[in-house]
T-cell receptor, first 112, second 112 residues
């Protein structure tokens, strides 16, 4: 049983560029949440998608946007990258919005 | 605003030396409290969910307990492979509230 898979695993981008990160949820899961984790910090909630709609959004600017596809996979897009966007981006999936969330291995984004 | 504070920030134990990690939380209403284990550069691995005060869950050398204001993760006779960062998170029971609010974690090192 494949768990949550994220791609790519590492990414280096230049300030001002745009990036798209991808997530495939665990088999049987229909809800995807995205988190940003800076070094030495706990994950910070970006947003959650359920039934292809954004259900809740954390305290992140509009430069962060997302999408969920009919097969429940999801994308996170970040525009106009800043140096401060460098972090580990985590995708978590669950069965519905309020059950245990299982995380992928993350995408390490470095903005230079 | 939901808040989670974990202590200590770091803990060094000798192999076999039992101890506890603390997670203090503030929420308007608790839907669930979650414990995760995170290895360096990896995504968090789900350990336990606790829903109500007095509840306890066990898995191998780990036991999680919950009161109305805090949770403890007890580690009995730890082994070097238990070395990791342990994260605590809460989910608020408010309508439309799905996010996990994480603490900064406790970095556990178990010395052979």
């Amino acid at each position: 049983d494949a768990g949550v898979t994220q791609s790519p695993t590492h990414l280096i981008k230049t300030r001002g560029q745009q990036v798209t990160l991808r997530c495939s949820p665990k088999s049987g899961h229909d809800t995807v949440s995205w988190y940003q984790q800076a070094l030495g910090q706990g994950p910070q909630f970006i947003f959650q998608y359920y039934e292809e709609e954004e259900r809740q959004r954390g305290n992140f600017p509009d430069r962060f946007s997302g999408h969920q596809f009919p097969n429940y996979s999801s994308e996170l897009n970040v525009n106009a990258l800043l140096l401060g966007d460098s972090a580990l981006y985590l995708c978590a999936s669950s069965i519905g919005p309020n059950t245990e969330a299982f995380f992928g291995q993350g995408t390490r984004l470095t903005v230079v | 605003e939901d808040q989670v504070t974990q202590s200590p920030e770091a803990l060094r134990l000798q192999e076999g030396e039992s101890s506890s990690l603390n997670c203090s939380y503030t929420v308007s209403g608790l839907r669930g409290l979650f414990w995760y284990r995170q290895d360096p550069g990896k995504g968090p691995e789900f350990l336990f969910t606790l829903y109500s005060a007095g509840e306890e869950k066990e898995k191998e050398r780990l036991k999680a307990t919950l009161t109305k204001k805090e949770s403890f993760l007890h580690i009995t006779a730890p082994k070097p492979e238990d070395s990791a960062t342990y994260l605590c998170a809460v989910q608020d029971s408010g309508a439309g509230s799905y996010q996990l609010t994480f603490g900064k974690g406790t970095k556990l090192s178990v010395i052979p």
